[in-house]
């Protein structure tokens, strides 16, 4: 009845693989961030031209006079991305922090046994 513990091995720790993998997210998103960028901008121009093509369509509803979208579109310039990127890396770069705090807390409690 004389059983030795196995020794502690890290890759055994899920909190090692979710860090991991948290940090791989945060450099996929390094990697991709022009690109998201670039395919965020159409999405969201997209969106916007939906949107006051539906406000169009219901001022002709309700009667008043229409609105010549093509003579209100003009370029705004450079805005801010309605759904930017950092708000998803800030997400992965809170779980990865998380998650290695679990593991040095579970590192500690295996090196006390």
């Given at each position: 009845?004389?059983?030795?513990?196995?020794?502690?091995?890290?890759?055994?720790?899920?909190?090692?693989?979710?860090?991991?993998?948290?940090?791989?997210?945060?450099?996929?998103?390094?990697?991709?961030?022009?690109?998201?960028?670039?395919?965020?901008?159409?999405?969201?121009?997209?969106?916007?031209?939906?949107?006051?093509?539906?406000?169009?369509?219901?001022?002709?509803?309700?009667?008043?006079?229409?609105?010549?979208?093509?003579?209100?579109?003009?370029?705004?310039?450079?805005?801010?991305?309605?759904?930017?990127?950092?708000?998803?890396?800030?997400?992965?770069?809170?779980?990865?922090a998380g998650s290695a705090a679990m593991l040095?807390?579970?590192?500690?409690?295996?090196?006390?046994?």
């Open positions: 009845m004389n059983a030795e513990r196995e020794p502690f091995r890290i890759t055994d720790s899920p909190w090692f693989w979710a860090m991991l993998f948290s940090l791989m997210s945060l450099v996929g998103m390094g990697l991709i961030a022009t690109k998201f960028d670039a395919r965020q901008r159409q999405i969201e121009n997209r969106f916007l031209g939906r949107k006051q093509a539906a406000t169009e369509r219901n001022r002709r509803a309700a009667g008043l006079p229409p609105i010549d979208l093509a003579a209100e579109a003009f370029d705004h310039g450079p805005r801010p991305r309605m759904v930017p990127l950092w708000t998803l890396a800030t997400g992965a770069a809170l779980f990865a040095v807390r579970e590192l500690r409690a295996s090196q006390r046994q």
